[in-house]
T-cell receptor
Framework: QQQVKQSPQSLIVQKGGISIINCAYE??????FPWYQQFPGKGPALLIA?????SEKKEGRFTISFNKSAKQFSLHIMDSQPGDSATYFC?????????FGEGTQLTVNP | GAVVSQHPSWVICKSGTSVKIECRSL??????MFWYRQFPKQSLMLMAT?????????EQGVEKDKFLINHASLTLSTLTVTSAHPEDSSFYIC?????????????FGDGTRLSIL
């Protein structure tokens, strides 16, 4: 019940395209849903986060869509750029303990 | 923004050696820090929660005598891998939250690559 399922495992998009990564959870006690970006050899960096009282949050080119009834949330990267190529992790928490998804390796081709 | 610093960034040592990794919050005080382990192309797995001034809380399956955690101040937590063996080779990452309470953003260090020969 603590798992967070993430898909796809890998994603290739063309520059300027939209990247979409999906996550699903089971534990209804989760009430905080961040997304992290990780480059090789580096720690994860917080991108954007959402709480379940809103259905969408946008920051620049990054948007989280949240569906509480379906227990799903997704990250949309608009106008994807080669510099966005990285591994993306969704996560969920109740309290301070984060549970991470399996990760999505995004490649944006020039 | 909040900065979490880890040291060293990379260590190579012989089997049987003990290795200490430091995690510092540079511009805020952290009563709680977290230690994760990440294998290549895998997700982050929480190893333990480090609490300032008290014992760490370890996740199921993590050997507390193998991975010693000390959180002696509000800005420093250390992870010591005792008598390290090749299977302990991994990427170790710490995190801390600037604010107390639940659901606060976690800020991660840049990790320590540990290679045991």
């Amino acid at each position: 019940q603590q798992q967070v399922k993430q898909s796809p495992q890998s994603l290739i998009v063309q520059k300027g395209g939209i990247s979409i990564i999906n996550c699903a959870y089971e534990n209804t006690a989760f009430d905080y849903f961040p997304w992290y970006q990780q480059f090789p050899g580096k720690g994860p960096a917080l991108l954007i986060a959402i709480r379940p009282d809103v259905s969408e949050k946008k920051e620049g080119r990054f948007t989280i869509s949240f569906n509480k009834s379906a227990k799903q949330f997704s990250l949309h990267i608009m106008d994807s750029q080669p510099g966005d190529s990285a591994t993306y992790f969704c996560a969920a928490s109740s309290g301070s303990r984060l549970t991470f998804g399996e990760g999505t390796q995004l490649t944006v081709n020039p | 923004g909040a900065v979490v610093s880890q040291h060293p960034s990379w260590v190579i040592c012989k089997s049987g050696t003990s290795v200490k990794i430091e995690c510092r919050s540079l511009d805020f005080q952290a009563t709680t820090m977290f230690w994760y382990r990440q294998f290549p192309k895998q997700s982050l797995m929480l190893m333990a929660t480090s609490n300032e001034g008290s014992k760490a809380t370890y996740e199921q399956g993590v050997e507390k005598d193998k991975f010693l955690i000390n959180h002696a101040s509000l800005t420093l937590s250390t992870l010591t891998v005792t008598s390290a063996h090749p299977e302990d080779s991994s990427f170790y990452i710490c995190s801390a939250g600037r604010d107390t309470g639940p659901n606060q953003p976690q800020h991660f260090g840049d990790g320590t690559r540990l290679s045991i020969l």
